[in-house]
């Protein structure tokens, strides 16, 4: 569909908010805590954090959570009973204050989620998710949304994309998909018809860092540098720039078992673990930091658009902020790009 | 910083060490660490008060083990943690050579680790009066309200376990959680299940942390994790006399005593 551009006075962003929660919506939105904006469900406008550059975890988990139980099941004799998946628990749910870089993950993870085997507990989720983001007005060194295909003020992924023009003005409404119109519809007198708005220069100013096409290609002949050694000789090995990210979907099947009764869980699991190839013969075929750094960029940048045709990374950042030994997703891929061949 | 820097270029000219290990300039306000391997990657060793990353977590890892001997940058906690190792049979003489390095950047030599023993052994692990308080103020609590207090702050963990790596003592190079047969802790990152997550880590650490902050400064959530381990080191402190990291290897709770006063343990 077309994009329709609405105008929404700053003052009825609340009402919004209001009208959405009146309609039994749950909403999740950005909450500071210890100085860290996440996503939280939230009731109230004003609990929503207003000043950050980036939430420090991605929207994802609203859709991919942390744990997933996909069963409980209980053993009585030779029999087993199964209780699946409960799919009347997905319930409607609107996310609030998303990032473009957040949006356009969805996207990666549809993908993903849908490339041979069609995962319907992630399918239920998305689709019963309205994304409503919020342009970027700042950024900082970290983010580079605009060297892997995104900007600060891209509609892909949104339901309805919102754009503050200055800053202390109203918001520029973006809608998108049906979605879109059906939260319109739900509050049509607070979408105002506009004429045509340039938003670009209310959107943050993100320089492009490096071209990702041609760092896909030089990965093709990049598996064995030395590069990856160097780079990743400071890496702690732990799971941070994985959990954070928008993108990352590995996970690992685990069961919750006490004596006859258990349950059966997905939960998210990170390539920059040591354990995370360990055959059960005892071999690792990752057996160094090194391998699982490039295993990192090799999927994100060579893998991933090859058998996707999608890269694996929006160009949040949060990975490098995340990083407790600052490992820099931008710096590293910006090094990879200077290297002669 | 000049000290520090000919120091490194000196250990690597003269073939004492393969790698010095220090901290850089990092991205953002950020410090890192850096790996020197040639004289001049020397000249980027900076320090000044954001270093704080504890470096002692690389010594016992294999990628930098692998180098050959090492030197390392070392604050008190660093040098407090390097000795905690040696009692544990992880680093000696033979592959370490420390550069200590005080709060106003003035290098210390250090001809082995029992003189880096003898300054460790002149300050007393204490506990910030800022954190003091917080376990004051904890202490103070209905038992109800602490659980609370913790389910509030452990349910956002994720169990990246970036506190286990940055942590110089979380050295195993398989840790309790990650086993499955059995499964000790649970997996998932549940209230239940983070909370037996960091418990456990701080009784692993009790009468071995060396209080440097590592995990609570690499958590990206910002959970202030590193009260459990300071409230262990108020325990040890109070109900056995405490504890300094010592070459001797008496670790405070696992060292057997024939004259112990509890009668369970005889």
């Not at chain 1, 849908?114 to 409503?132: G, H, M, P, Q, V």
């Not at chain 1, 750094?293 to 950042?317: A, D, N």
């Amino acid at each position: 569909m077309n994009i329709e551009r609405r105008l929404v006075r700053k003052d009825s962003l609340e009402k919004l908010f209001d009208i959405l929660r009146q309609n039994k919506k749950t909403v999740f939105a950005p909450v500071m805590k210890n100085g860290k904006a996440s996503f939280k469900p939230v009731g109230s406008f004003s609990s929503i954090a207003e000043d950050y550059i980036q939430t420090t975890q991605s929207s994802k988990e609203v859709i991919f959570p942390r744990v997933e139980k996909f069963l409980d099941y209980e053993k009585n004799g030779k029999e087993v009973s199964i209780k699946g998946f409960d799919y009347q628990s997905v319930t409607e749910t609107v996310l609030w204050g998303v990032r473009p870089c957040d949006t356009i993950g969805f996207g990666t993870l549809n993908s993903i989620f849908n490339w041979d085997f069609k995962d319907e507990i992630f399918n239920a989720r998305l689709s019963k998710t309205i994304i409503l983001s919020f342009s970027c007005n700042k950024s900082d060194d970290y983010c580079f949304c605009t060297s892997v295909g995104g900007n600060p003020g891209s509609t892909a992924g949104s339901d309805i994309l919102f754009t503050k023009l200055g800053a202390d003005g109203d918001y520029l409404a973006e809608v998108v998909t049906e979605k879109g119109q059906a939260i319109v519809a739900l509050a049509s007198e607070l979408f105002e018809k506009t004429e045509s708005v340039e938003k670009e220069k209310f959107l943050a100013n993100v320089p492009v860092k490096f071209n990702q096409e041609e760092i896909r290609k030089k990965l093709e002949k990049f598996f064995k540098s030395s590069q990856w050694v160097e780079q990743s000789l400071k890496c702690l090995g732990c799971g941070a720039c994985a959990f954070v990210c928008p993108t990352c979907a590995c996970f690992d099947i685990q069961d919750d078992a006490h004596g006859k009764i258990g349950s059966r869980m997905r939960c998210w699991d990170s390539c920059g673990y040591s354990q995370f190839t360990v055959h059960t013969s005892g071999h690792n075929p990752r057996s160094v930091q090194s391998q699982r750094w490039r295993q990192r960029i090799m999927h994100k940048f060579s893998y991933m658009p090859e058998r996707l045709s999608v890269y694996g990374c929006t160009g949040c950042g949060r990975c490098s902020r995340a990083c407790p030994a600052d490992m820099n997703i931008l710096e590293h891929l910006i090094s990879i790009q200077e290297v002669k061949i | 910083m000049d000290d520090l820097r000919k120091r490194a270029k000196e250990l690597i000219d003269t073939s004492a060490v393969k790698v010095v290990i220090g901290y850089e300039q990092g991205t953002g306000n950020k410090t890192r660490a850096l790996f020197v391997e040639n004289s001049e990657v020397a000249d980027k060793l900076i320090f000044d008060s954001r270093c704080v990353q504890n470096l002692a977590a690389y010594v016992t890892k294999q990628e930098v083990k692998s180098k050959g001997k090492m030197a390392i940058t070392a604050t008190l906690p660093v040098m407090r943690a390097i000795i905690q190792l040696a009692s544990e049979f992880q680093v000696n003489d033979d592959n370490l050579i420390v550069i200590g390095i005080t709060p106003e950047s003035k290098i210390i030599d250090f001809k082995n680790l029992e003189e880096v023993e003898t300054y460790v052994h002149q300050f007393q692990i204490e506990i910030d009066a800022r954190n003091r308080e917080i376990l004051d103020k904890l202490d103070k609590m209905t038992p109800s309200e602490r659980w609370k207090f913790w389910i509030d702050e452990l349910s956002p963990c994720f169990k990246c376990y970036a506190c286990r790596a940055a942590c110089p003592m979380c050295y195993c190079s398989r840790c309790t959680v990650d086993f499955n047969r059995p499964q000790w802790i649970p997996v998932s990152s549940n209230e239940l299940g983070n909370l037996e997550w960091h418990f456990m880590r701080a009784m692993h650490l009790t009468g071995r942390c060396v209080d440097c902050d590592a995990c609570a400064n690499a958590c990206p959530l910002a959970i202030p994790i590193n009260l459990l381990t300071k409230k262990m080191i108020e325990d040890a402190k109070s109900d056995f006399g405490g504890y300094q990291p010592s070459l001797k290897g008496e670790n405070l709770l696992s060292t057997f005593k024939p004259d112990d006063k509890e009668n369970f343990i005889q």
